[in-house]
């Protein structure tokens, strides 16, 4: 077992190996949505989840993983603690991480056969001498020189900042630029992380400290920099009013550049010449109502000359909306933080626990829409299905009604309605992973454990299977919207404006009538209308879901059959084809060439990714809490991302 | 030496040994919790003196009132973790002049004021704190319920003045 | 001896109480859980972050296992079956209680990572709100009792029960009693969804073994809290005085400890509103209302 622990496997140890092999712990990679989706039941089958890499024994990979969410996983099982094992479901080759311990196929048998496994390998090899190191690339660090005032200054070597004259700090940093950083291994107290400074001239809560060699650095003539060509008599530090001396120079605290001390000076808050007479350190025995700062600002008479009390720091800084002014710490959550999507990574800026800017990012990267450059039908359509495992079906659809498109072809009406009832059946299990995935973020266990059992039900099931589960989803969602304090937690959360929402039941819930399954004869023969919702806040988002999933339902008892969507008769087809579907996100168009039965070209858009723009509405100056409801209420699926 | 005077010797001795700290951490949240702890050794004391009501009260209220200053801390200052190797320290002449009057000021009150004869009877600990309630809605009740209002004529004017500016900025 | 035979049964019934909790949270019922767990956790290596507050790190769970000891060393099994009986046991009790907030401050701190910082601020914050919810229903009983001796107000409710006495003190404490253990939905210091296991994230091995130790014998102490503040204690007929607390103690902690997944999480700005505006003037009724009342009826 490569992530054995150090030792002998003693008594003690076999004891605690034999525990440890009874208490799997499992964290999921890419994310439990994408377990679910895949039909696998991880706490069925005795493995269960963790919030945090920290608390797990076990790395469970769900399927093939693009190479930037591998890069992720491996920072994730780097901060696991040993003994700790690596599951693989669905594939074999997870470089840079180690050898998986036990693998299997993507299905539920196939975890059970692996846990198996799984348990025996731990059991017997929990502890062992000599283990190896892990190393991957996206762990590796260098360090780097910041100023605690000019953020943007960053350089290799130790030094000063050209802005300011601070003696920079050091600090540790990704060796690659965006490593992903699954989970953030914060160290924002260190010296020099950065944080955005909302003016770069204030000098307010620069944190960090200085290189040690500074410390012993009593003497005041030091550096023979001119700040300012006039002779002013003395020169002070802007930061540490004691200093005091006859020649520019640098401040032996802290290494800025000395400035001249003016007589009548102002003291705002950001400029910081010194002002009032020049004091020496005799000055604070002056208690007689002295010669205290004249300026606007702080200076206390009788006190310390310059002393800037917290006010003045803080009058400017930009406040957040509980206006309280506390320290930026940049943060990032995924991506695969447990409440979010999986792939998903954010990164915050947090003031207190109100976040101020917010970026949203996928970490699956951009992928080839074509597996090969000259791609057959069926290939295409397996290919585009794999690429969003979240709701591969309506992808399938997609790129079969395009290909039909181009070829001129048209599917019987009876094929048709199978194929709505498969994408119907589909929407209603993203919807159902959904509210699962808000199960867990909100800490609503009842809800996670039933959308989650009930979407593993209903995902492979044929249509009159799902008339029997039918009755048990109406009770489960009628159940849902009568539970106390749901309101109070998602009234007025992320809410959206008719022109900020663009579409899919991000849209309708703000009332926009936006929906591609409008304008379809065979959805309005099996009478289907569109739903809208008013409030656009997460709650009427729920409210919204819940409701496609009851009209699905509907739908599919229309229906009657569900058949997977398979492109007919394309043959040597050549033509260019469009299609639009509505996916459980939003609509999502596709353009294809084909020439003589391959496809050539292709162009897509899906709804995701104009959704990322969203974030930033949803979140901004809400409190850390609200911010990751707001926009997990936007469903934001990572892999709908196209190159 | 009684155990109770040796414990008495013990805990003054960590309530200072605390109250140094407090000044001699670089980091600021060490300091607030060091000053927690200082004010718990002398509730520890008060039980000791068996001045039971009493030095519950301490333990319970300092608690609380030392962390909220431990985030105001971090609220506020600069490098709360004490990580910089920059000198935080201010006013450093007028703090130890400061700190050594007060020093003088409250040994002379120990040493010179007529604190009454040693009371060697002391009544259990229900009856204290069933005297102290008589007090506290008798002969004192004037001065508790002043200062009561005046605290929370204080927390409703703080909360004003907190919301007041970034109401007419923000909203 | 007192001391052997409470820590011992305070053992079992959190043991109970953690078959409980995994019960529900997993959905099977593993009678040996806790135990296989507690071992597993012990076997693990212990992982120290980068640049840690070493001093609070080490100290967080600490000072909660101490703070949840002190706790129940005011709490009253069975006549005479109390670790210590202090004359200001109710008021103790709260004060062993406030460093549950100096614990989660350290814990947060220490680690130096943001999840934890802002889980232990998140607790700060819901400390300001049940802070007041803890105390004055306690003043309440306190008033019936003519005491704070946490036997005395056992032995005052005889004839009648606080729950039925004053339910709304009860009520209020029950919240505030979650809030203190950070139990769902008011687990905002270690939110699975927010904040990645929040003050928890950073301790693994034996570290995290004690946290959650620390953890059960605060519910403990809670739940034998309300049991001796609102339902009486050891009292009750034909059984024996500890088998009732058990039962009592066992029943509360495990009510505690299942409600609340069947909400989501309180928005910590809801929770702070509702326990000002809402929660604080009727606990100024409920005084209110207890002192006519004992003043009018003589029970």
């Known amino acids: 077992m490569k992530g054995a622990r150090d030792g002998t496997m003693a008594v003690l140890q076999r004891l605690a190996a034999a525990a440890m092999s009874r208490d799997l712990r499992g964290f999921v990679v890419p994310g439990a949505d994408i377990a679910r989706a895949a039909g696998v039941n991880l706490g069925g089958a005795g493995l269960h989840l963790s919030a945090t890499p920290r608390h797990a024994s076990v790395l469970v990979v769900i399927g093939p993983l693009p190479a930037g969410l591998l890069d992720a996983a491996s920072v994730v099982y780097a901060q696991m603690p040993r003994p700790r094992a690596i599951l693989a479901l669905g594939t074999n080759d997870i470089a840079p991480l180690p050898v998986p311990d036990a693998t299997g196929p993507l299905t539920q048998a196939g975890l059970e056969a692996a846990i198996v496994d799984l348990r025996r390998i731990i059991a017997t090899g929990a502890f062992q001498l000599d283990v190896e190191d892990f190393g991957a690339p996206a762990l590796e ?177 930009p406040a957040s909306a509980d206006g309280l002014k506390m320290e930026w710490i940049n943060v990032p959550f995924g991506p695969f933080f447990p409440g979010l999507p999986g792939g998903l990574r954010l990164d915050l800026t947090l003031d207190g626990d109100a976040v101020t800017t917010i970026s949203a990012d996928s970490v699956v990267g951009t992928r080839e829409l074509l597996p090969e450059s ?70 609503f266990g009842w809800l996670e454990k ?163 723009a969203l974030v930033a509405t949803v979140a901004e100056g809400r409190e850390l809490g609200d911010a990751l409801t707001g926009v997990g209420s936007l469903d934001i699926s990572p892999w709908e991302v196209a190159s | 030496m009684t155990p109770q005077m040796i414990f008495l010797v013990f805990f003054g001795g960590a309530a200072v040994w605390f109250g140094i700290v407090v000044f001699r951490t670089r980091s600021m949240v060490r300091s607030a919790l060091a000053l927690l702890f200082s004010q718990t050794a002398v509730g520890v004391m008060f039980l000791l003196m068996q001045a039971e009501f009493l030095g519950v009260l301490q333990i319970m209220m300092m608690a609380t009132e030392m962390s909220v200053m431990a985030i105001f801390m971090v609220m506020f200052m600069m490098d709360p973790g004490g990580m910089g190797a920059m000198d935080m320290t201010h006013q450093k002449r007028l703090s130890l002049w400061a700190g050594g009057i007060g020093l003088v000021a409250a040994l002379a009150v120990i040493w010179l004021a007529d604190w009454g004869p040693m009371g060697l009877l002391v009544p259990d600990a229900a009856e204290q704190t069933a005297q102290l309630g008589r007090e506290l809605l008798d002969r004192s009740m004037f001065i508790f319920e002043s200062a009561a209002l005046m605290i929370l004529t204080a927390m409703v004017a703080a909360t004003m003045v907190a919301i007041h500016p970034s109401e007419g900025r923000k909203r | 001896m007192t001391v052997l035979i409470v820590l011992v049964s305070l053992a079992a019934g959190g043991y109970l109480i953690a078959v409980l909790e995994s019960w529900v949270v997993y959905g099977r019922f593993q009678p040996a859980r806790p135990a296989i767990s507690a071992l597993a956790l012990l076997g693990r290596e212990q992982v120290l972050a980068r640049a840690p507050d070493r001093l609070f790190f080490e100290a967080g769970p600490v000072v909660l296992l101490v703070a949840g000891l002190l706790a129940v060393a005011v709490i009253p099994l069975a006549p005479g079956l109390i670790i210590t009986d202090l004359a200001t046991g109710a008021l103790f009790l709260n004060a062993a209680l406030a460093y549950v907030l100096v614990a989660l401050i350290m814990a947060g701190w220490g680690p130096n990572g943001a999840y934890g910082m802002i889980g232990g601020w998140r607790f700060l914050g819901q400390f300001v709100a049940y802070a007041m919810l803890i105390v004055m229903p306690i003043t309440a009983v306190a008033m019936r009792a003519e005491s704070l001796s ?9 004839a009648l029960w606080n729950i039925v006495y004053q339910p709304l003190g009860f009520v209020l404490f029950v919240a505030a009693a979650m809030g203190v253990c950070w139990l769902p939905p008011l687990d905002l210091p270690t939110a699975p969804g927010d904040l990645a296991g929040g003050v928890e994230a950073e301790y693994t091995g034996a570290r995290l073994a004690v946290l959650r130790l620390a953890r059960m014998v605060l519910i403990m102490a809670l739940a034998g809290a309300t049991v001796t503040f609102y339902l009486g204690g050891w009292l009750g007929p034909w059984l024996p005085a500890w088998a009732w607390s058990a039962i009592k103690i066992l029943i509360v902690a495990g009510l505690m400890v299942s409600a609340g997944r069947l909400i989501p999480r309180v928005r910590e700005a809801h929770y702070l509103e509702i326990s000002w505006k809402l929660g604080i003037p009727l606990a100024l009724v409920n005084i209110l209302l207890v002192g006519v009342i004992a003043l009018v009826v003589p029970i």
């Open chain 3, 150 to 158: 946490t036997v005395d107000i056992v032995t005052s409710q005889t």
């Open chain 1, 450 to 612: 039933h959308a989650a059992a009930l979407q593993l039900k209903l995902r492979g099931a044929t249509a009159s299977e799902i008339e029997t589960l039918s009755p048990k989803i109406s009770t489960f969602l009628a159940r849902l919207q009568r539970t106390p304090l749901l309101t109070a937690k998602l009234k007025g959360i992320g809410q959206l404006t008719q022109s900020d929402a663009l579409s899919g039941p991000v849209a309708r819930a703000a009332g926009i009538a936006r929906d591609a399954r409008d304008d379809d004869p065979i959805y309005a023969n099996l009478g289907f209308s569109v739903l809208t919702m008013t409030d656009g806040d997460a709650l009427a988002r729920l409210a919204q879901r819940s409701g496609e999933i009851a009209q699905s339902l509907d739908l599919i008892s229309e229906a009657g059959i569900i058949a997977m969507p398979e492109p007919h008769g394309i043959g040597a087809a050549s033509g260019t084809g469009e299609a639009a579907v509505e996916t459980p996100r939003g609509a999502a168009r596709l353009n294809l060439t084909l020439s003589k039965g391959r496809v050539t070209s292709v162009d897509m858009s899906s709804p995701t990714a104009a959704h990322f």
């Open chain 1, 141 to 317: 660090t260098r360090t780097e020189y910041t100023c605690p005032m000019h953020p943007e200054v960053v350089q290799d070597t130790p030094g000063n900042c050209p802005k300011c004259g601070m003696t920079l700090v050091v600090r540790e940093a990704a060796a690659t630029s965006h490593a992903g950083h699954a989970m953030p291994e914060q160290k924002h107290k260190a010296a020099g992380q950065t944080h955005s400074q909302p003016m770069a001239t204030s000098h307010d809560h620069a944190k960090g400290g200085h290189s040690a060699h500074d410390e012993n650095h009593e003497h005041h003539k030091t550096h023979t920099k001119h700040d300012s060509p006039e002779a002013a008599s003395q020169y002070t530090c802007p930061m540490h009013a004691e200093v005091v001396s006859d020649e520019p120079g640098s401040c032996p605290k802290c290494g800025m550049f000395l400035v001249p001390v003016t007589e009548a000076g102002e003291n705002s808050g950001h400029d910081h010449k010194a002002h009032g007479k020049a004091h020496d350190k005799h000055s604070m025995e002056n208690h007689h109502g002295g010669h205290g700062g004249h300026g606007k600002g702080g200076a206390i008479d009788g006190v310390e000359a310059h002393f800037m009390s917290m006010v003045d720091l803080t009058r400017d800084m």
């Open chain 1, 374 to 443: 000259a791609a057959t039908a069926t290939a295409f359509a397996d290919h585009l299905a794999a690429l969003s495992p979240l709701s591969p079906v309506t992808y399938r659809l997609l790129a079969c009604l395009a290909l039909e498109q181009a070829a001129g072809q048209r599917v019987a009406s009876d094929v048709a309605r199978a194929r709505i009832g498969a994408v119907e059946r589909e929407r209603i299990a993203s919807h159902l992973g959904w509210l699962s995935g808000f199960g867990a973020q909100s800490g």
